[in-house]
């Protein structure tokens, strides 16, 4: 998991994360609680791309064992 220190928009889990080049480095799934858009401070996360390949890979969705299981 790659943590992020900067807001992301609600609605944009799935979107890239991108490096300081523009590559692919991750996608985003997720926001710290109390991580807000409009706020400086917010922690999100991605998931890298080798772990996304991985899953894929793996059966994609089907593969991911819900949270909580």
């Known amino acids: 998991m790659i943590e992020v220190s900067a807001p992301v ?5 799935g979107g890239p994360l991108l490096d300081a080049r523009g590559r692919l480095v991750g996608v985003v799934f997720a926001a710290a609680p109390g991580a807000s858009y409009t706020t400086s401070s917010g922690i999100t996360f991605a998931l890298p791309l080798n ?3 991985a899953l894929s890979q793996q059966g994609g969705s089907e593969a991911v064992q819900p949270c909580g299981l």
């Open 9 to 13: 928009k609600h609605g944009n889990s």
């Open 51 to 53: 772990s996304t390949r």
